[in-house]
């Protein structure tokens, strides 16, 4: 009987760890019973019952017709009662974009070597060119004090260059005469530019996003394709997307502006037409737009266009020169000034056939923004989140090695060193996911649940980034002027935080609400039998779904449990993997096979109701995005030919990512609102409790010291960055005065020996260089060193002041001037 027991437990185990189909488990549970009757000796009669019980179960498991007769008929009649009625809206939200590697990490067993085996992004020769040329020209060209500080604009010069160099089309193919570039590509711009201002990255950024190019592509007419589009790639029009308005931000769908279909005048012609009514806010470009993608509800009382009356949400591309277009006010968004207001119109008359894509169009402007919101969401912010990363890593390890107190380079104090190995080692993750996900949409994807992913974690990782280099700047990071180059970034966190959904709504209730619908195997196909389909269709589909389903929650659960107990020995790893980061891929595969059996039992004990538990459902989009920004730095790693110098900078990132996942794992569970599912979900999850731990302090120094010295690891984090040209310029002279420093130490060293030695003293008044040179303890080349290091060094830590009005007169009067010749001329 120890012997049936053992074979029985030892059977389920192999059997659901392998996620053998029913037959399998029949087969096998007809093997032990035929054995369970040899050694037990039952007698003829117990025999035959239980032979009995058991063909009654393989039938009703095996034969379909029975099992949905007796089984998941009744359950699809139960699930169809509780699952909530969805809105056109939800529907819409849920079905836009496509599913990719978030799909096999929901699955509780991804795959690495199809991880790996996704070929490495990489530009193009055209696309480096761009990148090496007016992208570093552009930069150059733009000096952030005098965006932000004096114009509240970019200069006219380089709002020029920006369009007649194509910036503004990137994504419009070349036969439109767009540059037609890749995501990559798009991604290097947007992140080049972003390291050296923001207005200038996001004017750049929003034309290539979701708005009236991208939505013209996918759906505009070949009319309005062949007009707008060649006038958008040259900057002929500027467009913005008008969508929120005061009453409805995060929740866009219930937007109150709205149109009426009716017959009106147009350029002296009867035309059938919409009078658009709209109060929109926060529009960026908004302000010197000449071309507005607006957002409205369509009503067709008179049934001019077909039976419905209430048509939904529709998309127009409305020229900003319209008659009662009221355009051109700013609002002031933390100072990143690129251009942002308000716009609005009342009864505005505009003719049909200015719905993208024509009348046939009108009310799908939800699932045309859906659709296109992937691919703007996957690059624009995580983009300009990297951009903003690697300038703080570059600045401000430079800025630790030149700045000293205690007479000690601050980078040297273990405190700060704790804050410059985090920035160090999260710029490599976050590269690696800006990379990684530029290439789903290189791949034709729209990853829906991916760019959530990406947006949330790198914008809240670029706060952590910003906050870190602020505490390290101290004083010097807080007072705004030319020389600071922290402050306007830390001002300008909260706006990344909070478009293109606000993060707080994009953790709690996109990254898993929408994942578990559209990356779960089977969830979505339960729905849609429950939902779309009727009869026997409906009953086939949900019963093959179902049955699927508890199989996989059975197998992900012991998989979970057997990672648990064998420490995760028996995770796959790829065939082809760096040997240094195997174990990597079998912790993620221990927590993948865990997540999937927790968002499937969370599912089950929660229901609907899981939708309203934010907390819950937040924490568990934590886990999949930690396994997400794990499996890009992995594959970064392996992408760029396995560089050992760049292993602490994985080995920190990775395991600071497996320990958040397993703290939110384990907030969930002393959070499970049914107390006896969470024991019995511990007790599967962490078998032998908690083992995952926090990166290492050692680890997080060899991060820190990539940042303080030059070389090729700190290179390659900070690839694709500006780096300022020359000492004029604030963050070329903290590259100079950084080399100068190291340049610098032996002689620094040399210097202090001599004081400790009682060789020379400092005197009141006169550099210690100066002492030693007279003294002639160093020769005159160290000496001319020394200087230019300490001319290089003060300049650094100079911090601006500025007039009472802060320069304010001197800056409108030069402004004035520029403007008079425009002005006389006109
Ligand atoms: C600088 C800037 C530029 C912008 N550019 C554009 C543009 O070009 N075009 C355009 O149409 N719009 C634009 N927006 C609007 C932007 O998309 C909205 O600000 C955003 O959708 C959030 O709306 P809201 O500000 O009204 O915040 P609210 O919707 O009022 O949200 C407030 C808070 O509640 C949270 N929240 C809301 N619902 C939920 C929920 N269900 N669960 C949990 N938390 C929730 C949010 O996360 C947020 O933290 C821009 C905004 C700014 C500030």
New binding site residues.
């Given amino acids: 009987m120890i012997g049936f027991f053992a074979a029985t437990i030892a059977a389920f185990f192999v059997l659901a760890y392998l996620q053998v189909p029913i037959l399998g488990w029949t087969v096998a549970g007809g093997l032990l019973l035929g054995y369970l009757s040899v050694v037990a000796d039952f007698g003829q009669t117990t025999n035959m019952v239980l032979g009995a019980a058991f063909v009654l179960v393989a039938a009703l498991c095996n034969i379909k017709p029975l099992r949905r007769l007796v089984f998941s008929d009744p359950i699809l009649g139960i699930y169809r009662q509780i699952l909530p009625d969805m809105s056109q809206t939800e529907k819409e939200a849920i079905d836009a974009g496509t599913v990719w590697w978030d799909a096999d990490l929901f699955s509780g067993k991804p795959d690495w070597n199809k991880l790996l085996a996704i070929p490495a992004p990489r530009l193009t020769a055209e696309e480096q060119a761009f990148l090496d040329g007016p992208c570093e020209e552009v930069c150059a060209m733009t000096n952030d004090w005098e965006v932000t500080h004096e114009r509240y604009d970019l200069p006219p010069q380089v709002w020029q260059y920006i369009k007649d160099k194509g910036f503004l089309g990137m994504i419009i193919p070349k036969k439109y005469g767009g540059l037609g570039f890749s995501a990559l590509a798009h991604s290097a711009v947007v992140m080049k530019l972003s390291t050296r201002s923001n207005a200038l990255s996001v004017t750049v950024m ?1 034309p290539n996003s979701l ?1 009236p190019a991208e939505l013209l592509l996918h759906y505009g007419s070949e009319e309005q394709k062949n007009y707008y589009l060649p006038r958008l790639a040259k900057g002929l029009e500027v467009p ?5 308005s ?1 009453e ?5 769908a219930s937007i109150p502006d709205y149109g009426v279909v009716c017959k009106g005048q147009w350029q002296g012609k009867d035309v059938l037409g919409m009078r658009v009514t709209w109060d ?7 302000p010197v737009a000449t071309l507005l993608g607006l ?1 409205f509800r369509l009503y067709d009382p008179e049934h001019l266009l077909g039976d419905k009356e209430d048509l939904g949400i529709t998309c127009a591309l409305v020229p900003t020169s319209t008659a009662g277009v009221n355009i051109g006010r700013r ?1 002031l ?2 100072n ?1 000034v ?1 251009q ?1 207001g308000p716009n609005s119109g009342k009864d505005v008359f505009m003719p049909i056939d200015w719905i993208i894509g024509g009348k046939d169009y009108a009310g799908k402007g939800w699932m045309m923004l859906m659709g296109c919101l992937a691919a703007g969401r996957s690059i624009s912010l995580p983009t300009s989140s990297v951009g903003g990363a690697k300038a703080l890593a570059r600045i401000t390890g430079a800025y630790s090695r030149v700045r000293s107190q205690f007479k000690t380079p601050i980078g040297k104090l273990e405190g700060v060193e704790e804050a410059l190995g985090r920035i160090a080692a999260n710029t490599y993750m976050m590269d690696a996911t800006r990379i990684m996900t530029a290439g789903a949409v290189d791949l034709g994807e729209k990853p829906a649940v991916i760019s959530a992913i990406a947006k949330y974690h790198m914008t809240e990782r670029a706060r952590r980034i910003v906050d870190d280099s602020m505490v390290i700047h101290g004083g010097k990071g807080i007072c705004l002027g030319p020389n600071n180059w922290v402050g306007r970034g830390y001002q300008v966190i909260p ?1 990344g935080i ?9 953790r ?2 996109i990254i898993f609400g929408q994942g578990a619908i559209r990356c779960h195997p089977y969830v979505l196909r339960e729905m849609r039998a429950a939902k779309d389909l009727e009869g026997s269709a409906a009953s086939i589909e949900f019963d093959d779904a179902f049955t699927s389903h508890i199989g996989h929650t059975i197998s992900n659960g012991v998989r979970a449990f057997v990672h648990g107990i064998t420490s995760s020995r028996l995770g796959q790893v790829p065939r082809n993997g760096a040997p240094e980061t195997r174990h990597y891929y079998r912790f993620s595969s221990r927590l993948a096979a865990a997540f999937a059996f927790l968002a499937d039992v969370s599912m089950l004990a929660m229901g609907g109701a899981l939708k309203r538990k ?1 907390k819950i459902s937040g924490r568990l989009g934590d886990v999949l995005s930690m396994l997400y920004l794990v499996s890009a730095t992995l594959k970064h790693y392996e992408d760029q030919g396995r560089n050992r110098e760049d292993i602490p900078l994985i080995r920190w990132a990775v395991r600071d990512a497996l320990y958040s996942a397993q703290h939110a794992i384990d907030q969930i569970l002393s959070n499970f609102p049914v107390k006896a599912v969470a024991r019995l979900l511990r007790w599967t999850i962490f078998p032998l409790g908690m083992s995952f731990r926090p990166p290492l302090d050692s680890r997080n120094r060899e991060c820190a010291q990539m940042l303080l010295a030059p070389g090729a690891a700190r290179d390659r984090l900070t690839a694709g960055m500006y780096i300022g040209k020359g000492e004029a310029d604030p963050t070329g002279v903290l590259e100079a005065a950084f080399a100068a420093t190291i340049a610098c130490e032996p002689i620094d060293e040399t210097l202090r020996k001599a004081v400790k030695k009682g060789k020379m003293a400092p005197r009141h008044g006169v550099d210690l260089g100066t002492v030693a040179r007279e003294m002639d303890l160093i020769t005159q080349d160290e000496y001319n060193q020394w200087l230019r290091k300490e001319t290089l060094r003060r300049h650094v830590i100079k911090v601006d002041d500025f007039p009472q009005d802060f320069g304010r007169a001197e800056i409108l009067a030069k402004l004035a001037q520029e403007k008079a010749p425009t002005a006389k001329a006109a």
């Fill in positions: 929003v708005g913005c997307f008008a969508l929120t005061p409805a931000g995060s929740d866009a929109k806010r926060y529009i960026t470009l908004g957002a609002h968004p933390l990143a690129f942002n706006v909070t478009v293109e959904g606000a993060n707080i709504l994009t709690t209730l934010e």
